[in-house]
């Protein structure tokens, strides 16, 4: 849910709706929408999209979706047959487990679909976990962190470097997973996934940054430093308190910053120490 990027329509969907033209037009299927409707016109109106899945109102929603032909969707007939109609072609072998949890037995239904749930997120990490430690891996060593300097970002993510280092531990992924991540790394769902890791890398390595600046000798810095240079450094430092705002941060590194501007305060004429003072107060 977290990192899943769509759109939600439905179920009360008419050929009236002002989105009508869009998600019906065959010259461009949309992407990224879930909708539901009743009408059975859309189940023609709606044969090429590349997902679609017919329920039946008198059937257990417990059991499981068939699988169908994507040919059968073309019939004359106005109602499809209910199941899941796809012109993906699968790229994993069924999962066997997931269809024995599914079966008959005598666990209530609820402690069935908390077993379903873990599997599938079981089955989630197994596909996620490479690429966290692979992302992990782009980010930059401590020690290129220069606090007089802007932060280094994360590296750019390469999907061919990623498929030549991934390996595939997790069960029930082994199957033409270089494919599957191809696939998963074109779609927006992947873009909204890595967009959320990298803000977290970046507000890392700029909570890094500050901490390199906090831990300064300012006093070996400003050897031989003139008075613009001390004075970039303050400004510097005052935007620093607005990373803080923005990324969170120990208190105590507040305390440092506003120590260093009174060191650096310290180090200009009085009556610039006069002209400047009024910028710094926190």
């Given at each position: 849910?977290?990192?899943?990027?769509?759109?939600?329509?439905?179920?009360?969907?008419?050929?009236?709706?002002?989105?009508?033209?869009?998600?019906?037009?065959?010259?461009?299927?949309?992407?990224?929408?879930?909708?539901?409707?009743?009408?059975?016109?859309?189940?023609?109106?709606?044969?090429?999209?590349?997902?679609?899945?017919?329920?039946?109102?008198?059937?257990?929603?417990?059991?499981?979706?068939?699988?169908?032909?994507?040919?059968?969707?073309?019939?004359?007939?106005?109602?499809?047959?209910?199941?899941?109609?796809?012109?993906?072609?699968?790229l994993l072998s069924r999962?066997?487990?997931?269809?024995?949890?599914?079966?008959?037995?005598?666990?209530?239904?609820?402690?069935?679909?908390?077993?379903?749930?873990?599997?599938?997120?079981?089955?989630?990490?197994?596909?996620?976990?490479?690429?966290?430690?692979?992302?992990?891996?782009?980010?930059?060593?401590?020690?290129?962190?220069?606090?007089?300097?802007?932060?280094?970002?994360?590296?750019?993510?390469?999907?061919?470097?990623?498929?030549?280092?991934?390996?595939?531990?997790?069960?029930?992924?082994?199957?033409?997973?270089?494919?599957?991540?191809?696939?998963?790394?074109?779609?927006?769902?992947?873009?909204?996934?890595?967009?959320?890791?990298?803000?977290?890398?970046?507000?890392?390595?700029?909570?890094?940054?500050?901490?390199?600046?906090?831990?300064?000798?300012?006093?070996?810095w400003m050897a031989g430093?003139?008075?613009?240079?001390?004075?970039?450094?303050?400004?510097?430092?005052?935007?620093?308190f607005d990373v803080l705002?923005?990324?969170?941060?120990?208190?105590?590194?507040?305390?440092?910053?506003?120590?260093?501007?009174?060191?650096?305060?310290?180090?200009?004429?009085?009556?610039?120490?006069?002209?400047?003072?009024?910028?710094?107060?926190?």
């Open positions: 849910k977290q990192w899943y990027q769509r759109r939600v329509r439905g179920p009360y969907f008419t050929i009236h709706d002002t989105e009508f033209k869009e998600l019906t037009s065959k010259a461009q299927a949309p992407s990224r929408v879930i909708l539901g409707v009743t009408n059975p016109y859309f189940y023609k109106a709606l044969q090429h999209w590349p997902h679609v899945i017919i329920l039946d109102s008198g059937e257990d929603r417990r059991k499981p979706l068939k699988l169908m032909n994507p040919k059968e969707q073309k019939s004359s007939s106005l109602r499809g047959k209910p199941g899941l109609y796809t012109k993906y072609k699968p999962d066997k487990l997931y269809k024995k949890l599914q079966g008959k037995g005598e666990r209530p239904g609820e402690v069935k679909d908390l077993m379903v749930r873990r599997h599938l997120t079981d089955l989630t990490h197994s596909l996620v976990i490479p690429l966290e430690q692979f992302v992990s891996g782009l980010m930059p060593l401590q020690k290129s962190i220069c606090p007089f300097r802007q932060p280094p970002l994360l590296q750019p993510f390469q999907p061919e470097s990623f498929l030549a280092t991934a390996k595939m531990e997790g069960e029930g992924l082994k199957s033409s997973w270089k494919d599957l991540y191809r696939r998963f790394m074109r779609s927006p769902n992947f873009e909204l996934w890595f967009q959320t890791k990298r803000n977290e890398a970046n507000q890392r390595l700029e909570i890094l940054h500050i901490q390199e600046l906090c831990d300064a000798d300012l006093y070996s430093k003139h008075e613009v240079q001390i004075v970039d450094l303050l400004l510097w430092i005052r935007d620093r705002d923005r990324v969170g941060g120990h208190p105590a590194m507040r305390e440092n910053l506003k120590s260093h501007i009174d060191t650096l305060l310290n180090m200009v004429p009085a009556d610039l120490q006069n002209t400047l003072k009024p910028a710094f107060k926190f």
